[in-house]
C-alpha cells in the first residue's frame, strides 16, 4: 500500500479520488479505443496510482489488461499547532530522560 501525504494532493481527498477514477477511465477507454489517439496525460501522483496489470497465461488465452488504481493511504502531515508540538516536545524529553 501506497502512502501518499495530505500536503501532496493539491487538493481535497474526494477530488483526488475522483481524479483517480478519471484518469483510470481514461486510461482502459485509450487501451480499447482506436489506435492513434493520444494517451491520456495526468499529473505525476495520479500517473502513477493509475497502473496496468497485464492478465495471466498464455497468450492465445490472456483477456486484455486491466487499468487499477493501486491500493493507497492518505498521510495527514498538517503541522500541528505550536502549543501541541511544545507540549509533546516535553513528553519526549521526559520519558527519554
Same mark, same amino acid.
Given at each position: !500500500?501506497? +502512502?501518499?501525504?495530505? =500536503? /501532496? *494532493?493539491?487538493? &481535497?481527498? +474526494?477530488e483526488f479520488? /475522483?481524479?483517480?477514477?478519471? #484518469?483510470?477511465?481514461?486510461? +482502459?477507454? #485509450? !487501451?480499447?479505443? +482506436?489506435?492513434?489517439?493520444? /494517451?491520456?496525460? @495526468?499529473?505525476?501522483?495520479? /500517473?502513477?496510482?493509475?497502473?496496468?496489470? %497485464? $492478465?495471466?497465461? %498464455?497468450?492465445?488465452?490472456?483477456?486484455p489488461d486491466?487499468?487499477?488504481?493501486?491500493?493507497?493511504?492518505?498521510? $495527514? $502531515?498538517? &503541522? *500541528? &499547532? @505550536?502549543?501541541?508540538?511544545?507540549? *509533546?516536545?516535553? *513528553?519526549?524529553?521526559?520519558? =527519554?530522560g
Amino acid at each position: !500500500m501506497y +502512502e501518499v501525504k495530505l =500536503s /501532496a *494532493l493539491g487538493c &481535497p481527498t +474526494e477530488e483526488f479520488a /475522483a481524479a483517480l477514477e478519471k #484518469h483510470r477511465t481514461a486510461v +482502459e477507454d #485509450h !487501451m480499447m479505443g +482506436e489506435p492513434g489517439r493520444a /494517451a491520456p496525460i @495526468a499529473g505525476e501522483l495520479v /500517473a502513477f496510482l493509475v497502473q496496468r496489470i %497485464p $492478465d495471466k497465461g %498464455p497468450v492465445a488465452d490472456r483477456g486484455p489488461d486491466r487499468i487499477v488504481i493501486v491500493p493507497y493511504t492518505i498521510i $495527514d $502531515d498538517t &503541522p *500541528l &499547532p @505550536a502549543e501541541t508540538q511544545a507540549a *509533546l516536545d516535553v *513528553l519526549r524529553e521526559t520519558i =527519554s530522560g
